[in-house]
Nanobody
């Protein structure tokens, strides 16, 4: 799987953005997908994940729960991150990641084997 993230930009606090991550390759439908983010001077952190199981189980970091929604469209080989009620502290480069194999909630950077190039989200106050 190769990943291409897009959809970042500049938005005011309280606004919304939708990030997309397009995947190439035949293993997308059997890959757990996730979004991470990295703010300047900070380590990369987990944001959200969705499994490839039939029910597409999702899991979120506490900091984004209730504001962000991860989803996937296997027909389009794409995973999305809908971000609402954005805050200045959400400013970061956002990365999508993939892990093929058994479905589970994977939250560590080292759990994922494939990464997109990142897309910058800037939230102004």
């Amino acid at each position: 799987v190769q990943l291409q993230a897009s959809g970042g930009g500049l938005v005011q606090a309280g606004g919304s953005l939708r990030l997309s991550c397009a995947a190439s390759g035949r293993t997308f439908s059997r890959s757990n997908m996730a979004w991470f983010r990295q703010a300047p001077g900070k380590e990369r952190e987990f944001v959200a994940t969705i499994t490839w199981s039939r029910d597409g189980s999702t899991y979120y970091a506490d900091s984004v729960k209730g504001r962000f929604t991860i989803s996937r469209d296997n027909a389009k080989n794409t995973v999305y991150l809908q971000m609402n009620s954005l805050k200045p502290e959400d400013t970061a480069v956002y990365y999508c990641a993939a892990r093929a194999g058994s479905f589970a909630v994977w939250r560590a950077v080292d759990d994922y084997t494939t990464w997109g190039q990142g897309t910058l989200v800037t939230v102004s106050s």
